[in-house]
């Protein structure tokens, strides 16, 4: 019995029972005309509560077990969770679950915001490094294992470490062997692989974490796997001494208790089709469709091609500025990409992703290339290389009173919000760090919170 089947069986065999428990809109026989307009009715139909026979996400024993066992076999896993509040559950509830407060935690410095949140929940203290930058490129490059080698013989008492692989623009950090060293080293290995929900269904230029000997890793299904928002999964691997009842506890701080049901069945259908032959050979031609894009791009558009996830086209324009492309793509073409840099310009791709998309960009990149002039565009480094000086830690400075004052005058005070780099919304100042005059080209507003 699954999800899906319990839910198809319901509406089979159970359609005239009377439910007097939550959603209150009654399997959709009340529906709010407007959000009937967009949403249709089938969603409601299947929007249920923990009811006989249904499963409780805090404690699992029935269909939502099976699922995720099911998961976890798909994935090799020795437990998977469905997260139903993003990877962002999932980086919050393995924190939650691996370190106390003042515990130290090695974190590169290019990790998503909900890293940071969860030092504020559970007050470990951050050690930070910064990856190495492709000044070209203006992205942060993969992580070797020399530079954690190096971090974890010089600060003996940590407990775990955070990284994030593939990155946004889908670099690949040395994850195999970062695991050989956190376990000689005795330190818990948490992978953010957010952008790596496809890795364990193709041949990629990496293998996906939870085979990789990392203790915990996070994926989210809605970013490339085809999923709806906020699906994603936290796998622990086979390896690993973490146990899965400290997730399900972290979890359980951090859920809903009205999880939704057919965000729960999308996520089985979800990890179910890409297990498939057809899931497998859609993602393979995803891949070989992507190769063929890149090798007829115009000479003067350059596609990265490093230790990177295929799946993602980041492209450098050989003297055109990418911010007047991208305009351009956006108002005449109706192409909106991820993101533009002064570098480069990202684009996402997934399941979803088909030939006509991307003969329709192709078209449009060859067009623009055609009619623009070259404009002696140089790129610059486009990303920040300030070592953060810490002054409280992330849990000290959230409980600190706050003040606004005006930027010109922050320089050497006590930063009091998150500022982030945006692309690709990375923390340059996290709450507690020391402004520094190198901070303040990045701040684009005229005030900001110091403690
Ligand atoms: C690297 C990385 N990690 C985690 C997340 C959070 O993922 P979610 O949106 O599934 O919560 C993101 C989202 O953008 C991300 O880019």
Request: charged residues 25%.
């Amino acid at each position: 019995m699954s999800i899906i089947k319990k839910i198809k069986d319901y509406y089979k065999k159970q359609n005239n029972n009377i439910l007097f428990t939550t959603p209150s809109h009654s399997q959709g026989k009340f529906i709010i005309p407007n959000a009937k307009n967009i949403l249709g009715d089938k969603y409601f139909k299947s929007d249920f509560s923990e009811i006989e026979g249904f499963d409780n996400l805090r404690c699992p024993d029935g269909i939502i077990k099976k699922v995720q066992t099911h998961i976890a076999n798909i994935y090799k896993a020795k437990s998977s969770f469905m997260l139903i509040n993003g990877s962002t559950s999932g980086i919050l509830a393995a924190m939650l679950a691996v370190l106390k407060r003042n515990d130290k935690v090695l974190i590169a410095r290019n990790c998503h915001i909900s890293v940071y949140n969860g030092l504020v929940l559970t007050g470990a203290v951050p050690v930070w490094f910064l990856p190495d930058i492709d000044e070209q490129w203006g992205i942060y490059k993969g992580i070797k294992a020399g530079e954690i080698e190096e971090y974890l013989n010089k600060y003996k008492d940590i407990k775990a470490l955070i990284i994030t692989s593939p990155t946004y623009e889908g670099l690949f950090s040395e994850v195999e062997e970062i695991a050989r060293i956190c376990k000689k080293h005795n330190v818990i290995f948490i992978v953010d692989e957010a952008h790596g929900a496809l890795l364990n269904f193709a041949d990629f230029k990496a293998k996906p974490a939870v085979l990789s000997g990392a203790d915990i890793s996070i994926q989210s299904l809605h970013k490339t796997a085809g999923a709806i928002n906020p699906a994603a999964l936290l796998h622990i691997s086979k390896s690993s001494k973490v146990l899965p009842q400290s997730i399900q506890n972290a979890l359980n701080l951090i859920n809903t208790t009205s999880p939704s049901y057919p965000l729960m069945a999308d996520i089985e259908a979800t990890t179910s089709y890409l297990n498939t032959y057809n899931g497998k050979k859609q993602i393979k031609n995803l891949l070989k469709m992507i190769k063929d894009f890149k090798e007829h791009l115009p000479k003067d558009i350059t596609a990265y091609d490093g230790n990177n996830d295929m799946t993602k086209i980041l492209l450098k324009f050989n003297g055109y500025n990418p911010q007047k492309i991208a305009s351009i793509l956006n108002k005449q073409y109706k192409i909106e990409e991820e993101y533009t840099t002064n570098n480069a310009m990202l684009f996402i791709t997934g399941i979803g992703t088909d030939k006509d998309k991307l003969k329709k960009l192709l078209k449009a990149l060859k067009n623009i290339i055609k009619t623009l002039p070259q404009d002696g565009h140089k790129t610059d480094t486009a990303l920040s290389r300030i070592e953060p000086i810490v002054k409280y830690t992330p849990a000290e400075a959230y409980q600190k009173e706050k003040k606004l004052i005006d930027k010109n005058k922050c320089v050497s005070q006590i930063c009091g919000e998150c500022i982030l780099e945006y692309p690709p919304g990375i923390p340059l100042m996290l709450p507690g760090e020391m402004i520094q005059q190198a901070h303040i080209p990045y701040i684009d507003k005229s005030k900001i919170q110091i403690i």
